[in-house]
């Protein structure tokens, strides 16, 4: 086919027409020839087919706004749709979209470039293009920062003892199908209604959840978790974007703030994100739970409260520091530059063992070597008798009034009211229900106030105090390798400005993973000069400046919300120190990369800024950070049930119980004050193992 047009499912015929016309402007060279274009309509199609209804209709909405004559005349100047203008003009009117002034005209822009990118750049063809090679697990490492740390170069006893602490060998060949722990129901095991009792109910297998989950079941409570991602360990790994992105991240990766200018990844199988994390292990400054403690007034929290726990937690997960024999280029490339500029970096802690440094945490550990609540936390709570429900996703919570025979009140119980679904195919298996005295919210800082929601609990600080670490990147061009799709992504850090504002607050740079899609959808642009950024991945070290976001306002600044038709919808917006934070921050990530040798800098700024000196350094610091002005995302999303003593403005007492609710707590990154300034994951973990313990006894 050559233009969609015989395409089933979402969109009518012109809107139809409309992603064929983009898709040719944004991916051009797979129209040449035959224009046939590789088939990429089709996988558009296919994945809107696929993608959860309130995506596929924000982008069937997105093509219809640009095939609006309308909305053409406000963005260019012309009453003429997309389809309207030749095809030899549509690159300069999709360039326009992206650089309107109109905020909503750049997310159309945005979401739509996006999609089709990120689509194609999953695929094998797009793959074997840019040169990538196959997985890890079928084939020997090609480059020294891949495959398990040796110590050829340097045989001394201090290096060989290192290696062997932090990488105990592991098998590498393709594991076999393994059945679920026993302690595992799957989608398929139900149908019709269930009610079931349980002592405890755990919403949420991640970070907060699995650990909540281990504590209760091992103080000889009954404990059931509910899940609404499937269960998926080492054998179902691909390392395949492809493969893996639609089953283990929320929404298929494609979760959004409203208008497009900060995406979310968020983890959305069982283990949540600590199975698609990049291992990077942060204790939370004490600086910050001194503010905590003292200026909002949360007693619990110190740094003295929370250091048990903290190493606790480290133990479980063995966390441990990555040998500098073990970094990447683009790790390395932060150590080198911080120390040719009097810069304050470190090598960071990672929770791995038998590490192959693959560069694919993002997609699950296929060898079993990142200590994810998987292989940790769960298997401690199903030792201890835990049931886990797989693909139930809970819609509400009930409160259920008791009555003594002698007539008097009992302690209500709660009734937890989810649906089984194919977490696939969306298709309903049955409905459940699960009575307890105790539930404990750990669904994430999207899906915890939206289920308080719709269960009647929400309003004061329910919902609101949305923190998401703002994040966007720099990448540096190389004359040597760095081929970063392989190697451990976050090795290193420099936070030389992690408290640079009057409030303590600032930014910090670290490393990721860079597979081709997420790398499509962060470099900016479409078209040839696009493509060729890609086809310099190999020589691309990527850089992500993180600011902790809330500086200089107790307000909040972004909100998780139901409208009125029951859609969930996200907003977030910057302070002025924040922008401020994000401008210094990215202009310092470039002059990082400069500092390492890299012989140009890229931002993600639309359109792009280069840095080769001092002139490119300003430009970048002065470019526009509105939003869909500069790609931002999240993996940290956190504080919109946060922990408090005014239910006016916080979602949880100190003991993690929502305001008037006894019994009912919130164990996840929603619980979280303020934004933590470092990757949450540890935090996370000894907040929620602190108070699950101190519920339990």
């Keep these: 086919m050559t233009d969609g047009s015989t395409l089933r499912g979402p969109l009518n015929a012109t809107q139809r027409s409309t992603l064929a016309a983009v898709a040719r402007t944004v991916l051009p060279h797979l129209f040449e020839g035959d224009g046939a274009g590789s088939g990429v309509v089709d996988l558009v199609n296919d994945r809107l087919l696929q993608a959860p209804e309130t995506v596929t209709k924000d982008l069937t909405t997105a093509l219809s706004v640009l095939d609006s004559r309308v ?49 194609w750049y999953a695929t094998d063809g797009a793959r074997t293009e840019l040169g990538v090679h196959p997985p890890l697990h079928g084939r020997s490492p090609v480059v020294p920062w891949e495959g398990p740390l040796r110590s050829e170069k340097d045989s001394s006893l201090e290096v060989v003892a290192r290696a062997r602490s932090f990488d105990a060998p592991v098998p590498r060949a393709n594991p076999g199908r393994r059945p679920a722990p026993a302690a595992v129901t799957g989608p398929d095991a139900i149908s019709g209604n269930h009610a079931i009792t349980a002592d405890v109910v755990v919403i949420g297998s991640g970070a907060g959840g699995a650990v909540a989950a281990a504590r209760f079941a091992e103080s000889h409570r009954d404990v059931v978790i509910l899940e609404a991602g499937e269960y998926l360990h080492a054998p179902d790994f691909t390392e395949l974007e492809r493969d893996m992105v639609p089953r283990l991240y929320a929404e298929q990766a494609m979760r959004t703030t409203a208008d497009a200018s900060v995406s979310l990844l968020q983890g959305g199988a069982v283990g949540g994100g600590t199975t698609v994390n990049w291992m990077l292990m942060l204790r939370p400054a004490d600086h910050v739970l001194d503010e905590w403690t003292h200026r909002l007034h949360l007693p619990g929290f110190s740094p003295g409260d929370l250091a048990g726990q903290l190493d606790r937690v480290a133990a479980e997960v063995n966390a441990r520091t990555v040998p500098y024999e073990a970094h990447a280029p683009s790790n390395l490339a932060i150590i080198e530059g911080a120390r040719a500029l009097g810069w304050r970096a470190r090598t960071a802690m990672i929770n791995a063992r038998g590490c192959v440094r693959a560069g694919t945490c993002s997609l699950g550990c296929r060898y079993d070597a990142k200590q994810s609540a998987l292989l940790t936390h769960l ?24 009555d003594h025979p002698s007539g008097s009140k009992l302690p209500p119980r709660k009734r937890v009211h989810a649906t089984v679904r194919d977490p696939r195919s969306g298709d309903v298996r049955g409905r459940l229900t699960v009575d307890a005295p105790i539930v404990v919210l750990a669904a994430g800082a999207v899906e915890t106030p939206v289920i308080l929601q719709r269960s009647g609990m929400g309003g004061g600080g329910v919902g609101r105090y949305l923190r998401l670490h703002p994040t966007t990147g720099v990448m540096g061009q190389y004359a040597e390798e760095a081929y970063p799709l392989a190697g451990i992504p976050q090795s290193a850090l420099c936070d030389e400005f992690a408290t640079r504002d009057a409030n303590g607050h600032g930014f910090w740079i670290e490393c990721p993973a860079l597979q081709p899609a997420i790398a499509s959808a962060a470099l900016q642009g479409f078209g040839a000069p696009h493509r060729e950024l890609m086809h310099r991945l190999k020589n691309t070290r990527p850089f992500i400046v993180l600011v902790r976001d809330g500086s200089g306002s107790d307000a909040s600044m972004g909100a998780v919300r139901l409208d009125r038709g029951g859609r969930v919808r996200i907003t977030h917006r910057l302070t002025g120190a924040d922008r401020e934070n994000l401008r210094l921050g990215i202009e310092a990530a470039a002059r990082l990369h400069l500092a390492a040798g890299a012989h140009e800098a890229i931002s993600l700024h639309s359109p792009i800024v280069r840095a080769t000196g001092e002139a490119g350094l300003r430009a970048m610091r002065s470019a526009s950070v509105a939003p869909n002005r500069v790609a931002l995302f999240s993996a940290h999303v956190n504080g919109t049930c946060r922990l408090g003593v005014n239910p006016a403005t916080s979602g949880c007492s100190p003991s993690g119980e929502r305001h008037g ?33 101190r519920a339990a006894h």
């Design 661 to 693: 609710v006894r019994g009912l707590y919130v164990m996840d990154g929603s619980l979280l004050p303020t934004a933590p300034g470092v990757n949450p994951q540890w935090t996370i973990m000894a907040i929620a193992s602190l108070l699950a313990e």
């Design 379 to 402: 298997p401690r709570a199903f030792a201890a008798g835990a049931r886990l429900f797989a693909g139930a996703s809970v819609e509400r919570i009930a409160i259920i009034e008791r």
């Design 71 to 119: 909305a053409g005349l406000m963005v260019t100047g012309r009453p003429a749709s997309f389809l309207d203008h030749p095809a030899q003009r549509r690159e300069q009117v999709f360039a326009r979209w992206g650089t309107s002034w109109i905020p909503a005209a750049r997310t159309v822009h945005q979401a739509l470039r996006r999609l089709i990118l990120t689509t």
